[in-house]
């Protein structure tokens, strides 16, 4: 009985290790998204996940208008903007 329970030891351990190392910091990271999405404003400046750097000038429940340049608007998804960036950053 002792050592099956000996030879199951390993396993658990690597389990233990593998939601430390890696699936306890990638929830953290989604949640940390979804925190910001949720946060996104009208007159917010963002990064899409294409690269595009341009302020919010409408929001939707699942889609948004980012302004790229002057008289210049493209519909995106929520989930396609990766980061704020801080205000005065797009001239």
Same mark, same amino acid.
């Given at each position: 009985?002792?050592?099956?329970?000996?030879?199951?030891?390993?396993?658990?351990?690597?389990?233990?290790?593998?939601?430390?190392?890696?699936i306890r910091p990638?929830?953290?990271?989604?949640?940390? !998204?979804?925190?910001?999405?949720?946060? *996104?404003?009208?007159?917010?400046? /963002?990064?899409?996940?294409?690269?595009?750097?341009? @302020?919010?000038?409408?929001?939707?429940?699942?889609?948004?208008?980012?302004?790229? !340049?002057?008289?210049?608007?493209?519909? *995106?998804?929520?989930?396609?903007? /990766?980061?704020?960036?801080?205000?005065g950053t797009v @001239?």
């Amino acid at each position: 009985m002792q050592s099956s329970l000996m030879g199951m030891l390993p396993l658990v351990l690597m389990f233990v290790v593998l939601y430390f190392v890696m699936i306890r910091p990638q929830m953290k990271k989604q949640k940390e !998204a979804k925190a910001m999405m949720d946060a *996104l404003a009208k007159g917010d400046e /963002v990064v899409t996940a294409g690269g595009l750097i341009g @302020k919010i000038s409408k929001l939707g429940d699942s889609f948004l208008s980012v302004e790229i !340049a002057a008289g210049v608007e493209v519909q *995106l998804q929520r989930s396609a903007v /990766v980061q704020v960036l801080p205000k005065g950053t797009v @001239k």
